[in-house]
């Protein structure tokens, strides 16, 4: 007994076509035109603003009472700040690009270290941390006891 087909229950959906069929026919909330951006205080086009921006400006029928009736702050596309694509390392005060920091140094820009400053940093830490075997005892390392601490 073979069976075809995908494992579970699977209802799929038929590609939906402009101006065809039924998908959206009793669709009750109004169509948004146009929408405000915060920002430049200009009434702009749909198409000014990113998908997200609109959904949150747009009617929700799921939504808890009162949140629809909230004024929503939307921001153009032209108006929302970009990725930054560089940072100014704390240590060497030099601006370096993204790649050039650890993820977890992107988080906090303000106090971020490049990778470079980062390793000479913990070179310093490691060396700082060896036991320092001065040139004085002529005859090798001395080990310490702990008759000799007592």
Same mark, same amino acid.
């Given at each position: 007994?073979?069976?075809?087909? =995908?494992? #579970?229950?699977?209802? *799929?959906?038929?590609?939906?076509?402009? &101006? !065809? #069929?039924? !998908? &959206?026919?009793?669709?009750?909330?109004?169509?948004?035109?146009?929408?405000?951006?915060?920002?430049?205080?200009?009434?702009?086009?749909?198409?000014?603003?990113?998908?997200?921006?609109?959904?949150?400006?747009? !009617?929700? =029928? !799921? %939504? =808890?009472? #009162?949140?629809? +009736?909230?004024?929503?702050? *939307?921001?153009?596309?032209?108006?929302? %700040?970009?990725?930054?694509?560089?940072?100014?390392?704390?240590?060497?005060? +030099?601006?370096?690009?993204?790649?050039?920091?650890?993820?977890?140094?992107?988080? @906090?820009?303000? +106090?971020?270290?490049?990778?470079?400053?980062? +390793?000479?940093?913990?070179?310093?830490?490691?060396?700082?941390?060896?036991?320092?075997?001065?040139?004085?005892?002529?005859?090798?390392? @001395? @080990?310490?006891?702990? @008759?000799? *601490?007592?």
């Amino acid at each position: 007994m073979s069976r075809q087909g =995908p494992a #579970g229950k699977f209802r *799929i959906q038929p590609a939906v076509q402009e &101006g !065809y #069929g039924a !998908y &959206g026919a009793n669709d009750q909330t109004p169509t948004v035109k146009s929408l405000r951006c915060v920002f430049c205080d200009q009434e702009k086009q749909i198409d000014a603003f990113s998908k997200t921006q609109v959904a949150k400006a747009t !009617y929700n =029928p !799921y %939504a =808890p009472p #009162g949140w629809n +009736k909230k004024a929503k702050n *939307i921001t153009c596309k032209q108006c929302t %700040a970009k990725q930054t694509a560089s940072l100014q390392c704390m240590t060497c005060t +030099k601006t370096k690009p993204l790649e050039q920091f650890a993820k977890n140094q992107r988080k @906090h820009a303000e +106090k971020a270290r490049c990778l470079k400053c980062m +390793k000479k940093r913990e070179d310093e830490d490691m060396n700082d941390s060896d036991p320092d075997y001065s040139s004085d005892d002529s005859d090798g390392p @001395h @080990h310490e006891t702990w @008759h000799d *601490i007592m």
